[in-house]
C-alpha cells in the first residue's frame, strides 16, 4: 500500500515525501482508512510504529480542506499525551508533516510558561498536543475554547490511566463538541481500557499491530543479578566499555536519578538527567544534549520511557526495574531505533526478584542472564521487599 493508495490528500503525501517517508507501517496502513471514512479508532501499537502518523495525517487530511481560519481561542483537534516528552515528540512530527500549509500546530505542557501558551492559544488552534493537567489550568483561565473541538485523539492511553488521567479526562471531555470524532492508542490494553473506550468512543474500529509485550527483533536483552549496593560501581563499569556510544539509564525515582547523574559526572561521563523535578526547558535540553552528542549518558525516570526517539541510543540499562511492568517494554524500546541494534540491560538486586518475574510474565519469556545467579535460587538470600513510606504526589 502506498499514501496515496490509503486516500491521503496528494498534498499531504509530498510533505511525508520531502520528509523521507513514502512507505506507510502497519499501523498506517490500519488506521488511517478508517480514521479518513470518520470512524473512531482503538489501536494497539508500541511507540515507535508510526501511530504519531496514522492519527495525525487524517485529522490534516481533514483540517486542509477547512478553507477558514480557527476562532479565538478555538481548538480543530485535541491530542492528549502523558508526559511533556512525548506531547512534544509529537508536535515535532506534526509540525513537521503540515510544513508549508495553513495548518497550526500548538503545544502546552507543564514547566512551560503558562502566560505565553495563553498568548499562542488566543489565536486559535488547528491541532494541539497537551498534557492534561496542563490543559486544565488553561481550561480553569478561560484562555481555550474546546466546543469546536471535533477529533479528540488519547495517546498512550495505558500510561494515562496509571498516571491517574482518567479525572483529567471526565473534566476535559464534556467540554468537546459532542459530534465528533474520538480516538484512542495504545501500547498495551490492560481490563479498564475497554472500560474507557465504552465511554468515550462509539463502535470503534479495532486495529493492532504488536501484542502486549512485544520487544523489537534488534534489542539484545540481558540481566546482571547485582547486589543494590553495587550496582552503581557496576555501571560504571559497564558504560567505561563503550565510552563513544548513547545511553540511557533508567531510575526508579527522581531524587535517585539526580544522585545517579551526579555519581556518573563525577566518575567522567558527560551526562544530564530528565525527572519530574526538572523544568521542561532543561529536560528539552537534556534530550537534545544526548540527540546531539553533547553528552553520552542520560538518567531518567519513566517520563523518558515513551515518546523520546534518538536513533544513536545503542544501550539502555535498566537500573532499577520498574514498579509497572509495561514499562520495562517502552524503556528498552528507545534503543534499536531507526532499524538500528541495541541492547537492553537490567541489574537486578534480591528485593526486586518480584518486578523481575512481573516483567517476563509480560515478555512471555525469561530474560537470558549475563552474570550473577537469580537470587531465588540462592540459598539464603532475602528476595523480601522492604517495607517503605508511601510516596506523595504522582512522581515522575
Known sequence: MTFEELGL????????????????????????????????????AQTGTGKTAAFGLPIMNHLLKVGKKPAPKTVRGLILAPTRELAGQIKDNLTAYSQGTHIKVGLVVGGMSISAQVNRLARGTDLLIATPGR????????AVDLSETQFLILDEADQMLDLGFIHALRQIAP?????RQTMLFSATMPKHMNELAATYLKNPERVAVSRPGEVADKITQEVHFVAGAAKTDFLIEKLAEHRSDAAIVFARTKHGSERLMKTLSKAGYATDSVHGNKSQGQRQ?????????????LVATDVAARGLDIPDVRFVYNY??????????HRIGRTARAGRDG????????????????????????IPIASGRRWDLVPGVDTRKPKRKQPSGRGG
Do not use: W
Open 285 to 297: 535540553r537534556a534530550i537534545d544534549a544526548l540527540r546531539g552528542g553533547t553528552i553520552k549518558v
Open 175 to 179: 467540554l468537546l463538541a459532542a459530534e
Open 320 to 329: 532499577d526495574l520498574p514498579n509497572v511492568p509495561e514499562n520495562y517494554v
Open 135 to 142: 490543559l486544565i489550568d488553561l481550561i480553569e483561565r478561560k
Open 9 to 44: 490528500m496528494p498534498r499531504l503525501v509530498e510533505q511525508l515525501k520531502e520528509q523521507g517517508i513514502v512507505d506507510p507501517t502497519p499501523i498506517q496502513v490500519q488506521a488511517i482508512p478508517h480514521a479518513l471514512a470518520g470512524r473512531d479508532v482503538m489501536g494497539l
Open 343 to 366: 541492547r537492553a540491560i537490567a541489574f537486578v538486586a534480591p528485593d526486586e526478584m518480584g518486578e523481575l518475574k512481573d516483567v517476563e510474565k509480560v515478555l512471555k519469556m525469561e
